[in-house]
């Protein structure tokens, strides 16, 4: 069965499920149908699709591909209500083992895209990696073909690995947006533009497309210099930020004493 | 007097000194000397600017505009060491004071430039913020000119506003990078390459162009997805990483509950 020809219904709604069904319907794919508890956000997705939308799960038609894509704590209800078929299951958790999909048939897999995505913000695709994960062989084969149609950049990965990799992606991304909320706190507190610090870390991350984040790694911490790290906590008027610098210096300069 | 028509010494050859020296000279200023205690340092610069290296304070030879660009904790020294003078004084400090030029001339300042330099990796000034401050009107006057020469981007601190938008750098860039090295570290451990975590770390910076930060906020802490969120610290087996990890969750957390 080549992939192009399958037919995929998708269930689920939300920001995943709606740019991973609209990028394979522009790359060829016939999608069935889109399926969400509200009937709206199935309809809004399924319409730009030229899917039928259902709100009710046994509604749902045969497909080849069912790609489930739903918030981590809906999914074991959704599939325990959902029939044991011969087709291919797919999840796109990065968090959720493989195997919750064991039940709902022999052929089934992960396909985890490890980017961020909102809904009205474009996502260039040709740059998203996408992990995949497979029960066998034959299903790992078609998944790494159906997955490279999507994006050129896919990586096999068991659970453990995905798991670790959206850990990581909480450092990396959640945690890094946090940081920028408490420098635009520190510079609104003393008027003065959050447009200022976009340079430095714009900067920060083209820095590390050619440098290792250890090589690239600035700052008081790094130098161990102690005076401004003690300035800069005497500065902070907020407990837990106050711990977080300390922290965050300690780490630092542990990272650079293996 | 012209901007233009100034004749510029250098004290200092590290990383700003270096950016700072070249820029100007390529806007046209003519450089008469770089300072460094390493004369080596100083001559691979001054070289680049048909300039004269010395490595001995007082063998500076006189000139318009003093550029003090050496580390932090260099400053008092060689500012201790320096004659008196009419010329203007000017210090690259993010964190120091600009009045610890008071005793060396009556026409002082700042010209902190808010990024981050490394002396291979090339700068474009255009985007580079410049921080002005001076010690009178007409010492501002002509600070704020001489920056717009070198980037479009300038702004008006005080020492005060210097030093916070310093410490928001070091949460936005320093300790945003601590994460990347973070996050680094948990895929070598499962194997996994660290270059598949890049598109999500542009995305992230992407998303803070045209959104505030948090708006931008995503992640199991926002979501308040405790079993994610228990989970992640099980996983994670560094105890500084674990209160890290738990610390920015409740920071997150506060942070959308104001």
């Known amino acids: 069965m080549l992939t192009s020809e399958i037919s995929i219904s998708v269930i689920g709604a939300g920001n995943v499920a709606w740019h991973l069904a609209k990028r ?16 709206s956000h199935a309809t809004l997705l399924a319409k730009q699709l030229k899917a039928e939308a259902v709100d009710n799960i046994t ?19 959704i599939i325990s209500a959902f029939p044991k078929t011969k087709a291919i299951c797919v999840h796109t958790s ?23 995505f909102s809904k009205d913000k474009f996502i260039t695709f040709e740059q998203v990696p996408l ?23 896919t990586y096999y990965l ?8 959206h850990l990581a992606g909480v450092f990396a991304s ?7 909320v408490i420098a635009q706190q520190i510079l609104q507190q003393r008027n003065i533009d959050f447009k200022i610090i976009l340079p430095l870390i714009k900067e920060t991350v083209e820095k590390v497309n050619n440098l290792s984040p250890i090589e690239a790694q600035t700052g008081p911490a790094v130098r161990n210099d102690v005076g401004i790290i003690n300035k800069h906590i005497e500065m902070i008027n907020n407990t837990d930020l106050k711990v977080l610098y300390q922290l965050l210096s300690n780490i630092i300069q542990k990272q650079h004493t293996i």
């Not at 918030?71 to 074991?76: E, F, H, I, L, S």
């Not at 999909?101 to 992960?110: A, I, K, P, R």
Request: proline share 3%; net charge negative; charged share 20%.
């Open 158 to 165: 068991n659970t453990e690995q995905r798991a670790y990799l």
């Open 59 to 77: 509604s749902v038609p045969v497909s080849d591909l069912y790609l489930f894509s739903v918030k981590d704590d809906a999914y074991r209800e």
């Open 174 to 180: 959640n945690f890094s947006n946090a940081l920028y």
């Open 94 to 116: 990065g968090s959720l083992e493989m195997d919750i999909l064991e039940n709902l048939s022999d052929c089934y897999g992960v396909l985890y895209p490890f980017q961020s």
């Open 131 to 153: 992990c995949v994960e497979a029960s066998n062989h034959q299903t790992e084969q078609f998944l790494m073909e159906f997955a490279r149609v999507i994006s050129p950049i």
């Open 24 to 39: 394979l319907f522009v790359r060829g794919y016939s999608i069935r149908c889109v399926f969400s508890r509200n009937l």
